[in-house]
């Protein structure tokens, strides 16, 4: 708890900073802060597409992105100092129950699909799961990544306790599969798996969704306040509205995009042949099989944070259809 209103402390001197840095906003517009998850990538080019596009301002809004805190997105959103962020369903699990429980809704799936899964170098047997038995894996060492190893290894036939757990200090995934550092490595593939692609690294993969359908949980998705959204309903639907835009553009333009994307976040250009490349693949992920962009499938998101009170890894049992709505979608 100390720990959390320390991070409270820290985020308002930010945003103080924030606001005397950050001058006019300009006229009527109704000022929106939008919280990142990380740097800037291609899971945001829809939000920079919508900025360029001056599609927030035509709905009357204007919107202000930020780099988000040590606490996370969560913690800025939560405490009413950002009206959206960026987040995980497997992150917003125990934000949603329990005496510190965050007000935040998640409003909208970036992605349709959970593209994670791990990595390892081709033919080195990494193809399935049991094959990491005797393999090191980068681990974060956290209840959730343990049981999703866990519970795909044993569908393959295979023995968690068998793999070596290396503490991860991954930082590029490429290298690290190069050097040996380690052997398997839980990546997203639409960033560090086309980086491999890219820098032409022959590699395996399997994806948690494709073992276990329960793993299919939305990641990420952008959340909101739920005080906000009470109060300021059309004003959250005018934000995904515009938003949803930059997404359609992305998903119909992707090299354009992806040069929207560059512009806000010159750094990335010194990677732009990843850029352009995690783009196209996104440009496919983005609405998927759904009849709409942004939209939850209520029987996938409950399925699971359903497997996390199963396997006990959460505080509190997370009641059915909790921290979700399609509401305020266009």
């Known amino acids: 708890m100390l720990k959390r ?12 900073t924030l606001a005397a840095c ?30 360029e ?31 959206f962020g960026v987040s ?46 005797g393999k090191q894996y980068a681990t974060w060492d956290l209840p959730v990544e343990k049981a999703t190893m866990k519970t795909v290894m044993e569908a393959d036939g295979g023995n968690f306790d068998k793999v070596i757990l290396i503490p991860s200090t991954v930082t590029d995934e490429v290298s690290a599969l190069q050097s040996r550092s ?14 491999c692609e890219v820098a032409g690294l022959e590699t395996d993969y399997f994806a948690f969704a494709d073992i276990d359908p329960v793993f299919d949980y939305y990641t990420p998705v952008i959340i909101a306040e739920n005080n906000f959204l009470k109060e300021e309903p059309e004003t959250a639907k005018a934000f995904l509205a515009a938003l949803a835009k930059g997404y359609e553009y992305a998903m119909e333009n ?41 939209i939850f499938d209520a029987h996938r998101w409950n399925a699971f944070f359903n497997w996390l009170n199963d396997h006990g890894l959460v505080e509190e049992t997370i009641p059915e259809n909790t921290g979700f709505t399609n509401d305020y979608l266009p």
């Open 5 to 16: 209103i320390f991070s409270l402390t820290l985020i308002l001197i930010m945003l103080l």
């Open 182 to 195: 380690v052997d398997a490595i839980w990546i997203f593939y639409a960033w560090a798996g086309i980086a």
């Open 53 to 83: 596009k001056g599609w927030f301002e035509e709905a009357g809004l204007a919107v202000e992105v930020v780099q988000p805190p040590e606490g996370g997105a969560e913690m800025l959103v939560g405490a009413g100092r950002a009206q």
């Open 22 to 51: 950050g001058g006019d906003n300009g006229g009527d517009l109704k000022k929106i802060t939008f919280v990142l998850d990380w740097t800037p990538n291609t899971n945001h080019t829809g939000l920079y597409v919508a900025l």
């Open 254 to 294: 992707p090299t354009d995009a992806a040069d929207i994307l560059m512009k806000a976040a010159p750094e990335l250009k010194s990677n732009q042949e990843l850029v352009y490349a995690s783009q196209n693949y996104l440009a496919e992920q983005y609405t998927a099989d759904a009849e709409q962009w942004g």
């Open 88 to 133: 995980f369903q497997d992150y917003l699990a125990p934000a949603l129950i329990g005496k510190d429980a965050l007000p935040i809704t998640a409003v909208a799936a970036v992605i349709q699909h959970n593209t994670s899964g791990i990595v390892s170098r081709k033919g080195e047997g990494m193809h399935t799961p049991r094959g990491l038995e």
